[in-house]
């Protein structure tokens, strides 16, 4: 059984799916996963607090997720929701800076935190699966941005 069911391409109704390493086999998913540690979360629980300085990357497991940003003083806007086969937490862990936005579990949600130690770890043991991962994070941070342009700009950017 493999740890992400993904469809051969995201459904035509949803383009906006951003499927981490579709095409990754069972062993390749035992590999990254070994390199990660669980962590669950209940409703409600923010797994990614704005502004903390932390470098983790989290591959969505199991669950929803709302990613929320700072609209004004003390309040947030919902931006996205992730759920199963998502990542979340790229920025940071690409750039060092602090979290961009708030992420608070939607329903119970279990997700796989990578380190940039044990991504380290990854690619000294896996060297062409840790250059996927990166080129996949690449691709995702790639669509996010075309689609935020897009939201603000009415018109894509090459």
């Given at each position: 059984m493999s740890f992400f069911d993904y469809p051969n391409e995201p459904p035509a109704s949803s383009p906006a799916v951003e499927l981490l390493l579709a095409d990754a086999s069972d062993?390749?998913?035992a590999t990254l996963l070994r390199h990660t540690r669980y962590r669950r979360f209940?409703?409600?629980?923010e797994v990614v607090t704005a502004g903390a300085l932390e470098?983790?990357?989290y591959l969505?497991?199991?669950g929803q997720l709302e990613v929320l940003a700072e609209h004004g003083r003390r309040r947030y806007q919902r931006i996205a929701l992730v759920g199963a086969g998502?990542?979340?937490g790229e920025l940071s862990f690409?750039?060092?800076e602090a979290r961009s936005a708030l992420v608070r579990a939607m329903t119970p949600a279990v997700l796989a935190e990578l380190s940039r130690a044990e991504f380290d770890s990854?690619?000294?043991a896996n060297p062409a699966l840790a250059r996927r991962l990166l080129l996949d994070l690449g691709r995702i941070l790639a669509r996010r941005l075309r689609a935020a342009q897009r939201s603000t700009s009415g018109a894509g950017v090459n």
């Open positions: 062993e390749e998913w209940n409703p409600g629980d470098q983790s990357l969505v497991l199991e998502s990542v979340i690409f750039d060092g990854l690619s000294a």
